[in-house]
C-alpha cells in the first residue's frame, strides 16, 4: 500500500522531520516506485472482464508447466 501526502503530512505533525517513521516514509516513496514493475509475472491492465477470459488468465497463471493446454468446455442451457 502506497502511503500519501496526508500521511507525510501526519508523520511529521506527529513525529517530526528526522524522526524513524519518517525516514521509513522516505524509503517507502523511494522503493516502491523501483519494485512496481520488477514482477515477472505481470497481470494484463485491464483485467478481462469475461469470467471465462479471467478464468483461463488465473489457470495459466497456476500451472507449473508452460506447455499445458487448457481446454475450456462451456454448456449451455
Known sequence: IMPNTETKVLLVQIFGEK???????????????????????????????DPVDLAHLSLTRIANDLDARITIYQVQF
Open 19 to 49: 524522526s524513524h517513521p519518517m525516514r521509513k516514509y522516505q524509503r517507502i516513496m523511494y522503493w516502491f516506485p523501483k519494485f512496481k514493475h520488477i514482477n515477472p509475472f505481470p497481470l494484463p491492465q485491464p483485467l478481462p472482464e
